[in-house]
């Protein structure tokens, strides 16, 4: 059997358990781990062949490979523990990379893979091809603003969405104070980083009143090519926050990783 152990059962990792563990789940065994308990009951009276565990370490521990689909405070106690364990790992709260750059340093010269989904955006394929060859890049993300209410940056800036009228530009800046101010909103931002290999792409967000999807536009500037890239997302029914493509990314990179594990065994 192959241990997978996955950390976060709200939108993301019940999409993950439904879409593609269940599938495999004669050749898996699966351990789950949430802040919320009544989550884990709750998939366990729905699917009795999960395996609800306690802690991280004790997750991680006993698992061969790890899914992040929680959040990025709990991707950061995440990372060291793979290391230490010496799991491969998928991280969905890809901000998170930012606070453990020695983690990633060390995860690389042990040989432990660390898999960044596309999560909401396409094109990641050419990017990283470009890699190192890349001049800039801008990031404009436009977002329904009931989405990013409960965000630390509107909280801390005091900005009263409620009474917007038309789209807005709420923040400008790098891709560290974009995810640490919208921890839950962006990490498109620390994806499209830490493929491009630079040290920082220039990031605007614009909170939209009537807006029901997520718009991303890319420019991606190089010598070998200059890339324009649009995604118009919608919304996951279960949580307003994910995108749907998000979703069906992390589903994809984890039934790719699950199919050649199986192949080789």
Not at 158 to 172: Q, V
Not at 190 to 218: E, Q, R, W
């Amino acid at each position: 059997m192959f241990k997978i152990g996955l950390v976060g059962c709200g939108a993301i990792g019940t999409e993950i358990i439904k879409d593609v563990l269940l599938r495999y789940k004669e050749d898996l065994r699966v351990h789950i781990y949430d802040i919320q308990e009544q989550r884990l009951k709750d998939l366990k009276d729905k699917f009795s062949w999960l395996y609800p565990l306690s802690s991280l370490e004790e997750l991680v521990s006993k698992s061969q490979f790890i899914i992040e689909s929680a959040s990025v405070k709990c991707a950061k106690e995440l990372l060291p523990l793979s290391v230490k364990y010496k799991r491969d790992i998928l991280i969905m709260s890809t901000g998170a990379l930012f606070w453990r750059k020695k983690c990633l340093d060390e995860a690389r010269k042990i040989g432990i893979k660390i898999i960044i989904p596309s999560g909401a955006i396409a094109g990641l394929d050419a990017i990283n091809a470009l890699r190192g060859k890349i001049e800039r890049i801008e990031l404009n993300s436009y977002k329904p603003a009931t989405s990013l209410k409960d965000a630390p940056y509107i909280k801390k800036e005091r900005l009263n969405l409620d009474k917007l009228k038309g789209t807005r530009l709420i923040f400008k800046g790098s891709v560290k104070e974009a995810v640490k101010g919208f921890p839950q909103n962006i990490n498109v931002a620390a994806t499209l980083l830490f493929s491009s290999g630079l040290k920082d792409i220039d990031v605007k967000i614009y909170a939209c009143p009537n807006s029901k999807y997520n718009l991303h536009k890319i420019k991606v500037y190089s010598k070998a090519s200059a890339l324009e890239i649009t995604c118009k997302n919608y919304p996951s029914p279960s949580n307003p926050k994910t995108s749907s493509l998000a979703i069906l990314s992390a589903c994809k990179a984890v039934e790719e990783y699950i199919k050649e594990k199986i192949k080789r065994r």
